[in-house]
T-cell receptor, first 110, second 113 residues
Framework: ELKVEQNPLFLSMQEGKNYTIYCNYS?????LYWYRQDPGKSLESLFV?????AVKQEGRLMASLDTKARLSTLHITAAVHDLSATYFC??????????FGTGTRLQVTL | GAGVSQSPSNKVTEKGKDVELRCDPI?????LYWYRQSLGQGLEFLIY????????KSGLPSDRFSAERTGGSVSTLTIQRTQQEDSAVYLC???????????FGPGTRLTVT
């Protein structure tokens, strides 16, 4: 059974600081997704990582995938308040269904 | 273009009643998924439809849950004899291909009293 662990669960950081969210998964997969969820809203796709060593960047967010280590990271550079949200990683398994991590609630303080 | 739409946005029902939740996927998307998000269980896969293939029902929590997809487009998730533990946000997603990213709808918040 595929298990996805995400940490930290909660992250409070000051504007301008850098931090990394980690996503570990238990079985082989070459499809890793990152989503953002604002309170009361649905999931917004951020990144799709489909191969070992894949790195994608959008603004202050950068995601990477190491399939050998079964690890993906979401790096936040110089955080701003607008990045406050819950971030989920999700791993593609059999039949393309996604197994989600627990989510990381990010709070960026002024 | 139009995204995934779901209706109703909120549904309050009494324990024991049946409910139907609707999902309209993005036009042309062959893959359609249902997930459930609750405080205790996080985000869980429920069921997956791909084209005309038999659906993957492996995530349905009990036989009170069923879903169908008519004409390869609209899908309905039905919960019979609702229980309080069914209270959650039910999310629908669609994808142009099973390996591509999934686009999520706004969800239906179900409250069973």
């Amino acid at each position: 059974e595929l298990k996805v662990e995400q940490n930290p669960l909660f992250l409070s950081m000051q504007e301008g600081k850098n931090y990394t969210i980690y996503c570990n998964y238990s079985t082989t997969s070459d499809r890793l997704y990152w989503y953002r969820q604002d309170p009361g809203k649905s999931l917004e796709s951020l990144f799709v990582l489909l191969s070992n060593g894949a790195v994608k960047q959008e603004g202050r967010l950068m995601a990477s995938l190491d399939t050998k280590a079964r690890l993906s990271t979401l790096h936040i550079t110089a955080a701003v308040h607008d990045l406050s949200a819950t971030y989920f990683c999700a791993v593609g398994g059999t039949a393309s269904k996604l197994t989600f991590g627990t989510g990381t609630r990010l709070q960026v303080t002024l | 273009g139009a995204g995934v739409s779901q209706s109703p946005s909120n549904k309050v029902t009494e324990k024991g009643k049946d409910v139907e939740l609707r999902c309209d996927p993005i036009s042309g998307h062959t893959a359609l998924y249902w997930y459930r998000q609750s405080l205790g269980q996080g985000l869980e896969f429920l069921i997956y439809f791909q084209g005309n293939s038999a659906p993957d029902k492996s995530g349905l929590p009990s036989d009170r849950f069923s879903a169908e997809r008519t004409g390869g487009s609209v899908s309905t998730l039905t919960i019979q004899r609702t229980q309080q533990e069914d209270s959650a946000v039910y999310l629908c997603a669609s994808s142009p291909h099973p390996s591509y990213e999934q686009y999520f709808g706004p969800g239906t918040r179900l409250t069973v009293t």
